[in-house]
């Protein structure tokens, strides 16, 4: 077996990668860009190389640099991950000209199943069924359009060479495909460097299944059964399940053949995805997927093997572990993905540092794969997911019962993430009959994310006893500094002369400030919230961790001091509050409902107003790209473009100005 391999990657993918090396004994070699210098990854390491700047282009995605730190660091082997060069055939092919082991499938396969367009064209020789569609090398914007109306619309726009959602767009009529046609070329040339795109009719209501195959160099190929990955936004996965509800034994059979057949047509060796979107009593193959997938712990969990060691002893030369009859589901296990994203502003990516990070314990029914810890920083350089989280037990509903309780212990303070989104999926009753299909969250979108609820009283009882108990030490730690620690002045539990011990906390949720009166007791605070009177007391801990009785009752709960604010995180959700500083001056500054602000650092690809023009509501004005994504800026009211400061190509910070629009009526 190899004495040393080296993670093309980063992230948690890289952390997952070097766990299984560890528990081989095989020494681990990371890679890092300048930015990932503290990275987990570089951390968790046997010994970790710099190879270039943050931008992924000029160090991850370096062929070059990366072969250069596997030979100063003696690697035998390179396992790519997934992303960057995963599925790239000249990284592969330069591997094995500078004597390294690939740890992924030959250069061949790669490029056969790299273009989704020449993938299909194997497919149909191969006798695996497709979906009615373009998929040819013609990519003249005329003859693209021509075809989505043999097609019929609506249709299905994808990029080629890749995956993840970039480069696709749906289009429900031919007045929109120039449009949608345009940017989803220019989001897969900046995604994966080639702007070529096929075309589909798209399903109205499939279900996106995938079957998880592997081979070997002696000919021997197995599949490991099939996962449902039907819940998605922006066209890509957030929860996956093995094995898929409601398959029944014969099409499980039926779908694990047409993906053994779909990698043997390539001459395929290592782990692979074969993807097939499902509907009615049909199924169609979509694209294989030249790598181990994102989704990949929950075959693990339900076939009690280790994927990643499969790869390295298949790289090694040996035979697979099992054949097919030997291969057996256990159990049911669901991943959800958790991304540093605002769900409520169309997952829009998020950034930031994390101020309080807190995963569930790990066990045999639950499994967290991270790259990151508490203090990382999130950035805008590269993909935004954090974890994932894996439950298993012995059939879905229980698998289930597991995942809410898990999504329910998370902890997480200083960047936007989506758990409460998860949350929502996972405690809806559609999910939990397993009625999915690829258009769960639009359908559902109303549902799974209500507008906020206002802070209930336990949630300001918490904030108050975290701030009485933050002025109390803070007195405390001031008292044993002074010349007189025992003077009275230190004292703040409420002392008053002649009067009725107590004072007046204020806290802003959102824009709603909610008074509220402490009366100083010796067992604990009365406090009165909304009109309501209760008792509280309780401990706070160095790490923000709280024992709370509320009236009576006990229970914990944390409190984060971030940014000026408290955070409570009470029982799987989470509530921002701000301490009003009675003696801070306060400014009404309203914000102008001209000002077209950029969400999130990125950069400009296009602009479609120019200074003068009269637009209407939700018309377009401005495309940001960032994180590999393009994000569509539109008109917040009818109105006449004054100023555009930026053009195509340039780079934008957060919170800056994009342009300026005179409200009024467009004409």
């Given at each position: 077996?190899?004495?040393?391999?080296?993670?093309?990657?980063?992230?948690?993918?890289?952390?997952?990668?070097?766990?299984?090396?560890?528990?081989?004994?095989i020494?681990?070699?990371?890679?890092?860009?300048?930015?990932?210098?503290?990275?987990?990854?570089?951390?968790?390491?046997?010994?970790?190389?710099?190879?270039?700047?943050?931008?992924?282009?000029?160090?991850?995605?370096?062929i070059?640099?990366v072969?250069?730190?596997?030979?100063?660091?003696?690697?035998?082997?390179?396992?790519?991950?997934?992303?960057?060069?995963?599925?790239?055939?000249?990284?592969?092919?330069?591997?094995?000209?500078?004597?390294?082991?690939?740890?992924?499938?030959?250069?061949?396969?790669?490029?056969?199943?790299?273009?989704?367009?020449?993938?299909?064209?194997?497919?149909?020789?191969?006798?695996?069924?497709?979906?009615?569609?373009?998929?040819?090398?013609?990519?003249?914007?005329?003859?693209?359009?021509?075809?989505?109306?043999?097609?019929?619309?609506?249709?299905?726009?994808?990029a080629?060479?890749?995956?993840?959602?970039?480069?696709?767009?749906?289009?429900?009529?031919?007045?929109?495909?120039?449009?949608a046609?345009?940017?989803?070329?220019?989001?897969?040339?900046?995604?994966?460097?080639?702007?070529?795109?096929?075309?589909?009719?798209?399903?109205?209501?499939?279900?996106?299944?995938?079957?998880?195959?592997?081979?070997?160099?002696?000919?021997?190929?197995?599949?490991?059964?099939?996962?449902?990955?039907?819940?998605?936004?922006?066209?890509?996965?957030?929860?996956?399940?093995?094995?898929?509800?409601?398959?029944?034994?014969?099409?499980?059979?039926?779908?694990?053949?047409?993906?053994?057949?779909?990698?043997?047509?390539?001459?395929?060796?290592?782990?692979?995805?074969v993807?097939?979107?499902?509907?009615?009593?049909?199924?169609?193959?979509?694209?294989?997927?030249?790598?181990?997938?994102?989704?990949?712990p929950?075959?693990?969990?339900?076939?009690?093997?280790?994927?990643?060691?499969?790869?390295?002893?298949?790289?090694?030369?040996?035979?697979?572990?099992?054949?097919?009859?030997?291969?057996?589901?256990?159990?049911?296990?669901?991943?959800?993905?958790?991304?540093?994203?605002?769900?409520?502003?169309?997952?829009?990516?998020?950034?930031?540092?994390?101020?309080?990070?807190?995963?569930?314990?790990?066990?045999?029914?639950?499994?967290?794969?991270s790259?990151?810890?508490?203090?990382?920083?999130v950035?805008?350089?590269?993909?935004?997911?954090?974890?994932?989280?894996?439950?298993?037990?012995?059939?879905?509903?229980?698998?289930?019962?597991?995942?809410?309780?898990?999504?329910?212990?998370?902890?997480?303070?200083?960047?936007?993430?989506?758990?409460?989104?998860?949350?929502?999926?996972?405690?809806?009753?559609?999910?939990?009959?397993?009625?999915v299909?690829?258009?769960?969250?639009?359908?559902?979108?109303?549902?799974?994310?209500?507008?906020?609820?206002?802070?209930?009283?336990?949630?300001?009882?918490?904030?108050?006893?975290?701030?009485?108990?933050?002025?109390?030490?803070?007195?405390?730690?001031?008292?044993?500094?002074?010349?007189?620690?025992?003077?009275?002045?230190?004292?703040?539990?409420?002392?008053?002369?002649?009067?009725?011990?107590?004072?007046?906390?204020?806290?802003?949720?959102?824009?709603?400030?909610?008074?509220?009166a402490?009366?100083?007791?010796?067992?604990?605070?009365?406090?009165?919230?909304?009109?309501?009177?209760?008792?509280?007391?309780?401990?706070?801990?160095?790490?923000?961790?709280?024992?709370?009785?509320?009236?009576?009752?006990?229970?914990?709960?944390?409190?984060?001091?971030?940014?000026?604010?408290?955070?409570?995180?009470?029982?799987?959700?989470?509530?921002?509050?701000?301490?009003?500083?009675?003696?801070?001056?306060?400014?009404?500054?309203?914000?102008?409902?001209?000002?077209?602000?950029?969400?999130?650092?990125?950069?400009?690809?296009?602009?479609?107003?120019?200074?003068?023009?009269?637009?209407?509501?939700?018309?377009p004005l401005?495309?940001?790209?960032?994180?590999?994504?393009?994000?569509?800026?539109?008109?917040?009211?009818?109105?006449?473009?004054?100023?555009?400061?930026?053009?195509?190509?340039?780079?934008?910070?957060?919170?800056?100005?994009?342009?300026?629009?005179?409200?009024?009526?467009?004409?």
């Amino acid at each position: 077996m190899f004495e040393k391999v080296l993670i093309a990657n980063r992230g948690e993918i890289a952390c997952r990668v070097m766990a299984t090396l560890r528990r081989l004994g095989i020494r681990s070699v990371a890679v890092h860009s300048e930015a990932d210098a503290q990275a987990a990854h570089v951390a968790l390491a046997d010994e970790a190389y710099l190879i270039g700047p943050a931008a992924a282009a000029e160090s991850y995605l370096k062929i070059d640099a990366v072969l250069a730190a596997a030979k100063r660091a003696g690697a035998q082997a390179i396992h790519p991950g997934y992303g960057f060069l995963s599925e790239n055939a000249a990284f592969a092919e330069a591997c094995s000209n500078a004597g390294i082991v690939f740890i992924g499938p030959p250069p061949e396969a790669i490029r056969a199943m790299g273009s989704k367009s020449a993938a299909k064209a194997l497919m149909e020789k191969a006798g695996v069924p497709l979906v009615p569609g373009y998929h040819g090398d013609k990519q003249d914007p005329k003859r693209l359009a021509a075809e989505a109306k043999k097609i019929g619309f609506p249709v299905l726009i994808k990029a080629t060479a890749g995956g993840g959602g970039k480069g696709m767009r749906i289009v429900e009529s031919a007045k929109d495909f120039a449009e949608a046609l345009a940017s989803a070329k220019r989001e897969a040339a900046a995604a994966f460097g080639d702007n070529r795109v096929l075309i589909e009719a798209y399903l109205k209501r499939p279900r996106h299944i995938e079957v998880q195959v592997f081979a070997d160099a002696q000919g021997n190929a197995v599949h490991l059964f099939e996962r449902d990955c039907s819940i998605q936004r922006r066209y890509q996965k957030v929860v996956e399940e093995a094995p898929a509800p409601g398959m029944d034994p014969a099409r499980r059979a039926e779908m694990g053949a047409a993906a053994i057949d779909a990698a043997r047509a390539c001459g395929y060796v290592g782990a692979g995805t074969v993807e097939f979107i499902a509907e009615g009593n049909h199924f169609y193959f979509m694209e294989m997927n030249t790598r181990l997938q994102v989704e990949h712990p929950v075959t693990e969990m339900i076939t009690g093997h280790d994927l990643v060691e499969w790869q390295l002893r298949v790289a090694w030369g040996e035979s697979l572990p099992c054949t097919q009859d030997q291969l057996t589901i256990t159990g049911h296990a669901i991943e959800a993905r958790i991304y540093a994203e605002d769900a409520a502003r169309d997952f829009m990516p998020a950034t930031g540092r994390l101020a309080r990070l807190k995963l569930p314990d790990q066990g045999p029914h639950l499994r967290v794969d991270s790259g990151v810890r508490q203090g990382d920083a999130v950035s805008v350089h590269y993909d935004p997911m954090l974890a994932k989280l894996v439950v298993w037990d012995r059939d879905r509903a229980s698998a289930l019962a597991r995942l809410r309780a898990a999504l329910s212990e998370i902890e997480i303070v200083g960047v936007t993430t989506n758990v409460p989104f998860l949350a929502a999926v996972a405690a809806h009753p559609a999910y939990g009959a397993a009625e999915v299909d690829t258009g769960f969250i639009p359908k559902y979108l109303a549902e799974l994310m209500p507008a906020p609820a206002p802070a209930s009283n336990e949630v300001l009882a918490v904030a108050c006893l975290a701030e009485l108990l933050h002025r109390r030490a803070g007195a405390a730690a001031a008292a044993r500094k002074s010349s007189d620690p025992y003077s009275p002045w230190h004292d703040t539990a409420g002392w008053r002369l002649n009067v009725d011990t107590h004072s007046r906390l204020s806290f802003l949720d959102g824009e709603t400030e909610i008074a509220v009166a402490v009366y100083y007791r010796a067992a604990g605070y009365h406090l009165v919230l909304n009109g309501k009177e209760v008792t509280a007391f309780g401990e706070l801990g160095e790490d923000g961790a709280m024992l709370v009785e509320f009236n009576g009752r006990r229970f914990p709960a944390t409190v984060v001091r971030h940014e000026g604010d408290l955070v409570v995180l009470l029982r799987g959700a989470t509530h921002r509050l701000h301490v009003v500083d009675p003696l801070e001056a306060v400014e009404d500054e309203a914000e102008s409902t001209g000002r077209v602000i950029a969400p999130m650092p990125g950069k400009v690809v296009q602009v479609y107003v120019r200074p003068g023009d009269t637009v209407q509501r939700g018309a377009p004005l401005i495309v940001l790209e960032a994180m590999k994504m393009e994000h569509r800026l539109s008109a917040a009211v009818d109105g006449k473009v004054g100023e555009v400061f930026y053009a195509p190509g340039d780079l934008v910070e957060e919170g800056v100005e994009l342009l300026t629009l005179e409200e009024g009526e467009a004409r």
